[in-house]
């Protein structure tokens, strides 16, 4: 969302029903929605002028703590106060709540909608968090780590396969046995159309799935590499991997393509130092302590 001028307009605010989920859910993320279908504890504050919904917030609380998922203002009505107003009416919500301590926000810059994010948010209150690295990363193919970086020759029983050249059945029975295994599963099923299927690829052992690595664009259209697994610890097989993987998206994309990696533990951001050390941190975290009124 685009940043906060002082010209504010006043909105009529309130919190979104379910009866008028239908006037607002074009302003929500489609998970967001979903959820609040399912009836799921969401909390959602929609801006209304003349009749027409404006904007909308909406979040739910984890571990003493507001997340907020959703922030959208439509752009005629930006700059006028309006997601300032939905930000203090939830303030002003969870203040009455008990085990409640902070708000906080989460968001990519590569969304244009949120290019004024950072300072709109510090306007309000709010500070950046540590992420310890854990983050999301972009960069492109041609900065990726040249041959140099895979010296180490796979064994001859590895058979590494793109997505395109495997029966739905097996992915399927693959990312059942990678999810009970603690596998970083993508958001939807590694046969769904959100896949690259040319790009992702699995790695067959002794004529068992050990590995793979999968693409979409589930980061703001970016091609990203939304999920690396391997069963074993063995490095020659990720390595390998990884090889044919960047071998492929240089085959397939030009060299100044994007490409988004989520780093969610000590292991990915191990692996994106190696590949590519000037990658560019591209999503944020900034939070909000409550200070309770007695």
Same mark, same amino acid.
């Given at each position: 969302?685009?940043?906060?001028?002082?010209?504010?307009?006043?909105?009529?605010?309130?919190?979104?029903?379910?009866?008028?989920?239908?006037?607002?859910?074009?302003?929500?993320?489609?998970?967001?929605?979903?959820?609040?279908?399912?009836?799921?504890?969401?909390?959602?504050?929609?801006?209304?002028?003349?009749?027409? +919904?404006?904007? +909308?917030? +909406?979040?739910?609380? !984890?571990?003493?703590?507001?997340?907020?998922?959703?922030?959208?203002?439509?752009?005629? @009505?930006?700059? $006028?106060?309006?997601?300032?107003?939905?930000?203090?009416? &939830? !303030?002003?919500? &969870?203040?009455?709540?008990?085990?409640?301590?902070?708000?906080?926000?989460?968001?990519?810059?590569?969304?244009?909608?949120? $290019?004024?994010?950072?300072?709109?948010?510090?306007? @309000?209150?709010?500070?950046?968090?540590?992420?310890?690295?854990?983050?999301? @990363?972009?960069?492109?193919?041609?900065?990726? +780590?040249?041959?140099?970086?895979?010296?180490?020759?796979?064994?001859?029983?590895?058979?590494?396969?793109?997505?395109?050249?495997?029966?739905?059945?097996?992915?399927?029975?693959?990312?059942?046995?990678?999810?009970?295994?603690?596998?970083?599963?993508?958001?939807?099923?590694?046969?769904?159309? !959100?896949?690259?299927?040319?790009?992702?690829?699995?790695?067959?052992?002794?004529?068992?799935?050990? $590995?793979?690595?999968?693409?979409?664009?589930?980061?703001?259209?970016?091609?990203?590499?939304?999920?690396?697994?391997?069963?074993?610890?063995?490095?020659?097989?990720?390595?390998?991997?990884?090889?044919?993987?960047?071998?492929? $998206?240089?085959?397939? @994309?030009?060299?100044?393509?994007?490409?988004?990696?989520?780093?969610?533990?000590?292991?990915?951001?191990?692996?994106? !130092?190696?590949?590519?050390?000037?990658?560019?941190?591209?999503?944020?975290?900034?939070?909000?302590?409550?200070?309770?009124?007695?």
């Amino acid at each position: 969302m685009n940043g906060e001028q002082n010209t504010e307009q006043v909105f009529q605010i309130g919190s979104i029903r379910a009866k008028q989920l239908d006037l607002f859910a074009p302003l929500l993320l489609l998970a967001v929605v979903d959820a609040m279908k399912r009836g799921e504890p969401v909390t959602a504050i929609g801006i209304v002028k003349e009749g027409i +919904a404006c904007g +909308a917030l +909406a979040g739910y609380i !984890e571990s003493g703590c507001f997340h907020v998922a959703s922030l959208y203002v439509t752009p005629d @009505y930006r700059r $006028a106060g309006g997601a300032g107003q939905m930000l203090s009416k &939830l !303030e002003q919500i &969870l203040q009455k709540m008990d085990g409640i301590w902070a708000m906080d926000m989460s968001f990519t810059n590569l969304d244009p909608d949120n $290019a004024s994010m950072i300072p709109f948010l510090e306007h @309000y209150g709010f500070a950046l968090t540590d992420d310890t690295g854990y983050n999301i @990363y972009t960069f492109t193919l041609e900065q990726l +780590a040249g041959d140099e970086l895979f010296e180490k020759e796979a064994s001859r029983s590895l058979k590494i396969v793109p997505f395109a050249k495997v029966a739905d059945d097996i992915l399927h029975m693959t990312q059942k046995h990678a999810f009970e295994k603690g596998a970083p599963v993508p958001e939807g099923t590694l046969t769904g159309q !959100e896949i690259e299927k040319e790009l992702s690829h699995v790695v067959i052992k002794d004529g068992e799935v050990v $590995a793979f690595a999968v693409f979409d664009r589930s980061c703001c259209g970016v091609l990203s590499l939304c999920s690396l697994w391997s069963e074993e610890s063995n490095p020659i097989i990720l390595f390998s991997l990884l090889k044919t993987v960047i071998t492929r $998206a240089k085959e397939l @994309y030009p060299p100044k393509t994007p490409i988004a990696l989520q780093v969610i533990n000590d292991r990915s951001l191990r692996l994106i !130092e190696a590949i590519v050390s000037d990658a560019k941190k591209v999503s944020y975290t900034y939070e909000k302590a409550l200070v309770k009124h007695d």
